[in-house]
């Protein structure tokens, strides 16, 4: 078992910054990428930026890129999104996944924290 805890979200202006930081804790050794994903009211859960717990290879939606940076702390088991030069569309519950050796897919999330950019 993995377990996930976002924290950092919050309420910012348009062209504003914020960090969400994702604890993880249980079955470390076996995280194979980790993820952040993001839901606003009315749409779909979507894809926002990724890294590989090792060797941290990176990834981002074209929405994100330029803007978003996903980085990973292995010593303090911590995945993190800054988020610059934010936008009123990026108002969404961010959610951290995990994918590991023993699953298909995101197999582990979390409770979701909410950013709120106004205009």
């Known amino acids: 078992q993995v377990q996930l805890d976002e924290s950092g979200g919050g309420l910012v202006q348009a062209g504003g910054s914020l960090r969400l930081s994702c604890a993880v804790s249980g079955r470390v050794f076996s995280l194979l990428v980790m993820a952040w994903f993001r839901q606003a009211p009315g749409k779909e859960r979507e894809f926002v930026a990724a890294?590989?717990?090792?060797?941290?290879?990176?990834m981002y939606a074209d929405s994100v890129k330029g803007r978003f940076a996903i980085s990973r702390d292995n010593a303090k088991n911590t995945v993190y999104l800054q988020m610059d030069g934010l936008k009123p569309e990026d108002t969404a519950a961010y959610y951290c996944?995990?994918?590991?050796?023993?699953?298909?897919?995101?197999?582990?999330w979390g409770q979701g924290t909410q950013v709120t950019v106004s205009s």
């Open positions: 890294i590989s717990w090792s060797p941290g290879t990176t």
């Open positions: 996944a995990a994918k590991t050796i023993s699953g298909k897919g995101y197999d582990y």
